[in-house]
């Protein structure tokens, strides 16, 4: 029988033999491993940020053994193996100890080595099933120990058993408990840390109360000294239950999410990205700093990107205002907003593409009613003044309402949809649907797509997709350009938006945005101050900031000249501390594309005030477009008649809808007129060919119908006349 039990026994360990010596080599595991967090780097090689990407483990760093605390290493050694060092992966005296025991039904300690626990954790056949390891399993484990500890050094097998044995719930390997239980690296577990991880070990899944109390046995056999255990069982039950290694840390959480995202985690755990570390840092400071200023005014989002205008890399991306925000897990820089007046630029570049303006035409800045299928859109100015007759260069830099929604006119609500989806910007409805208000940004948009489109100005109407984020990937050939706008017209806008003096009438001439070094900018800010925008470019970078709040509350009182503006400036300066930025030439003359030309215009007068529209100066032309006089309508009996008297309210075309439930007298249209250097009260108002009233203003009580209105003088001459249609039921 006994020579049955001998035959058996060897071919079992035949059988486990080639599984045995078939185990990987330390390189091989150690190449193998794979921590639950990818790193993503700046293009420097600095970590910008720590992600977890593993949902199913909660695993670290592979940590050498020089980096684990002394304290550690031999508090389990004493708990798991204490003859490591002297055996050779099979510790035959514990085997006969543990086999004694059991034929007497005494209780010892397990022969199990800890060269023998990494057979099973790097080879899964040796692994303990839930019944318990078969007896093929105990042998195969046994023949793999020594396998192991003849081709593995005693360091590199207590190393890798650090950095793969489950510790508890999720946490596999001593990085990873470290750094969850106890917020610090391995190096720096002292005993009472070190006497909880080793327990940890042999009972992983333990309740804490028995945790504490094998804690305290282990840390007295270590100190040979008795130890307060009440006080143990507290620390060892509050590390138990701590959380103190989240799940993501760094600068760039929401860049490191998309890029993953796209790209998938990578097998090495680390990603080098397009990111520059210190522009990163500085663009999160400027952000949250100047957040921190605005403090009371109801903000407390933003975001920032800054892109490569040559190479459309991503440099700097900051999704949110971090800890000054409620919403900090919302990524601005995606997140669809309105972006306000940032959208003129493309449309003053279009109209000039197509010749329907130039930047010294004359526009007019002035109240407009425009009826539309939803009734009358009347645009006003962000100060709620009008500047009158202004340039086109004016009405662009110092963001005018009326001149954009003007020039959109010409251009059509159509036709600017299909210009901003060349750019990048895949509008949800269609220009119909905006109607004019697409002049002033009523669609909603990406800070990532408007910021781009801002690139496309910069690189002379040429349209690429923002470079990937990796930065191997980025590295490879560039995307085909589009040619989003005309060469020409981009440049134009870029001088225009340069322009400090043209900027002056809105801004000042000290303003934030005026920096040292060329730059073109535009601010803007959508409907009820919900969100501040600032784009602009250098010679090298565009820049993109977004202010708001990310549930879309209001603003109190903040502009993008106050909220956004300070923000992209103090960016741009960091950008060009040592990096000079040059005004751009104007593009070549090509065999399709005549040069731009440069001449001198000069303005007539105003009608009113007999004073120049404005300064005489050097402009740049498409060709065929130059002219050397901009000036209104010249015909004497017109400016005469504009001299003596003109009806302000309201405009031809104005449409009014009464309504039945507001009474009467709080429903008169009111007329007025101005006469300069006249007498206003030798006005008389005529509508429908019958006079009503006298002097320069009047309230008049609506009836439906279609009413002409006309403003005579003394004498019964017309001096101006509107048309006009009321609408809905009268009241008598």
């Known amino acids: 029988m006994a020579r049955v039990r001998t035959l058996a026994c060897c071919g079992v360990l035949l059988a486990a033999a080639p599984a045995a010596w078939a185990l990987p080599s330390y390189d091989e595991v150690r190449a193998a491993h794979r921590p639950s967090e990818t790193l993503v780097l700046s293009r420097e090689g600095e970590v910008l940020q720590r992600l977890r990407t593993d949902a199913s483990v909660r695993r670290g760093e592979w940590v050498a053994l020089a980096d684990v605390s002394t304290a550690l290493r031999t508090a389990l050694v004493l708990s798991e193996d204490q003859r490591f060092y002297e055996h050779s992966g099979v510790d035959w005296a514990a085997v006969s100890s543990a086999a004694w025991g059991r034929l007497w039904h005494q209780r010892t300690r397990g022969a199990s080595t800890i060269t023998m626990q990494?057979?099973?954790?790097?080879?899964?056949?040796?692994?303990?099933?839930?019944?318990?390891?078969?007896?093929?399993?105990?042998?195969?484990?046994?023949?793999?120990?020594?396998v192991l500890d003849r081709r593995w050094r005693k360091d590199q097998i207590l190393e890798a058993y650090l950095n793969l044995v489950p510790f508890r719930g999720e946490l596999v390997g001593i990085d990873a408990l470290?750094?969850?239980?106890?917020?610090?690296?391995?190096?720096?577990?002292?005993?009472?840390?070190?006497?909880?991880?080793?327990?940890?070990?042999?009972?992983?899944?333990?309740?804490p109360a028995r945790v504490a109390q094998r804690t305290c046995a282990l840390l007295e056999q270590l100190q040979k000294q008795r130890v307060d255990c009440e006080a143990l069982a507290l620390f060892t039950e509050s590390s138990l239950q701590q959380r103190q290694w989240p799940a993501a840390d760094g600068v760039a959480p929401h860049f490191a999410r998309r890029v993953l995202a796209e790209t998938g985690a990578p097998a090495n755990g680390s990603l080098r990205s397009t990111l520059s570390g210190p522009v990163q840092r500085q663009a999160m400071r400027s952000l949250q700093q100047h957040l921190r200023e605005l403090q009371g005014r109801n903000v407390e989002d933003g975001a920032l990107l800054v892109l490569d205008n040559a190479t459309g890399e991503v440099l700097a991306w900051v999704g949110s205002s971090g800890a000054l925000s409620q919403a900090r897990e919302v990524d601005g820089v995606v997140a669809l907003r309105q972006p306000g007046s940032t959208l003129k630029p493309f449309l003053y570049a279009q109209a000039l593409a197509e010749k329907r303006l130039t930047a010294a035409s004359l526009?007019?800045?002035?109240?407009?009613?425009?009826?539309?299928?939803?009734?009358?859109?009347?645009p006003q100015n962000y100060d709620r003044r009008f500047k009158?007759?202004?340039?086109?260069?004016?009405a662009l830099a110092a963001s005018l309402n009326v001149p954009a929604v003007r020039t959109l006119a010409m251009v059509s609500p159509d036709a600017f949809f299909e210009q901003l989806r060349a750019l990048g910007m895949p509008l949800r409805e269609s220009g119909g649907y905006y109607g004019y208000s697409l002049a002033l940004g009523s669609a909603e948009v990406q800070l990532l797509q408007l910021t781009n489109a801002y690139r496309a100005l910069a690189n002379g109407g040429c349209w690429r997709?923002?470079?990937?984020?990796?930065?191997?990937?980025?590295?490879?050939?560039?995307?085909?350009?589009?040619?989003?706008?005309?060469?020409?017209?981009?440049?134009?806008?870029?001088?225009?938006?340069?322009?400090?003096?043209?900027?002056a009438p809105t801004f000042g001439t000290d303003s934030v945005l005026a920096t040292r070094f060329w730059t073109a900018v535009k601010t803007g800010t959508s409907k009820d101050m919900r969100d501040n925008w600032a784009v602009g470019w250098s010679q090298h970078y565009t820049v993109g900031v977004w202010v708001g709040n990310a549930g879309g509350a209001a603003m109190h009182g903040v502009s993008g000249s106050s909220g956004a503006a300070p923000i992209w400036a103090d960016v741009m300066a960091q950008l060009h501390a040592q990096r000079a930025?040059?005004?751009?030439?104007?593009?070549?003359?090509?065999?399709?594309?005549?040069?731009?030309?440069?001449?001198?215009?000069?303005?007539?007068?105003d009608p009113a005030?007999?004073?120049?529209?404005?300064?005489?100066?050097?402009e740049w032309f498409l060709p065929g477009t130059q002219q050397a006089l901009f000036a209104l309508e010249s015909n004497a009996a017109t400016a005469a008649s504009a001299a003596q008297g003109r009806i302000l309210r309201p405009v031809a075309g104005t449409i009014i809808a009464l309504d039945p439930d507001i009474p009467p007298d709080r429903q008169r249209l009111q007329f007025a007129a101005q006469r300069p250097g006249g007498d206003a009260r030798a006005l008389r108002w005529w509508l429908d060919g019958k006079e009503v009233a006298r002097g320069a203003h009047w309230a008049w009580l609506p009836w439906p119908g279609r009413h002409r209105m006309e403003l005579r003088d003394a004498r019964g001459a017309v001096l101006d006349s509107v048309g006009f249609e009321v609408r809905g039921a009268g009241v008598r």
């Not at 899964?124 to 099933?129: E, L, M």
């Not at 009158?388 to 004016?394: A, K, N, S, Y």
């Not at 005030?609 to 050097?618: D, I, K």
């Open 363 to 378: 526009i007019e800045d002035s109240s407009a009613h425009i009826p539309t299928p939803g009734g009358l859109y009347i």
């Open 581 to 605: 930025s040059r005004a751009p030439r104007p593009p070549a003359a090509t065999p399709q594309r005549p040069a731009l030309l440069r001449a001198e215009v000069r303005y007539g007068p």
């Open 118 to 146: 990494l057979a099973g954790l790097v080879d899964g056949d040796w692994q303990r099933g839930p019944g318990g390891r078969t007896l093929v399993q105990k042998l195969g484990q046994s023949v793999a120990a020594q």
């Open 609 to 618: 005030t007999r004073e120049p529209l404005a300064a005489a100066r050097s």
């Open 178 to 207: 470290s750094r969850t239980l106890f917020g610090k690296a391995a190096h720096g577990l002292d005993a009472r840390e070190a006497a909880v991880a080793a327990v940890l070990v042999r009972a992983p899944n333990a309740a």
């Open 465 to 503: 997709p923002v470079a990937a984020a990796q930065l191997a990937a980025a590295a490879g050939p560039a995307p085909a350009c589009r040619n989003a706008l005309d060469a020409r017209a981009a440049f134009i806008v870029g001088d225009i938006l340069s322009d400090g003096n043209a900027r």
């Open 388 to 394: 009158g007759w202004v340039t086109v260069r004016t």
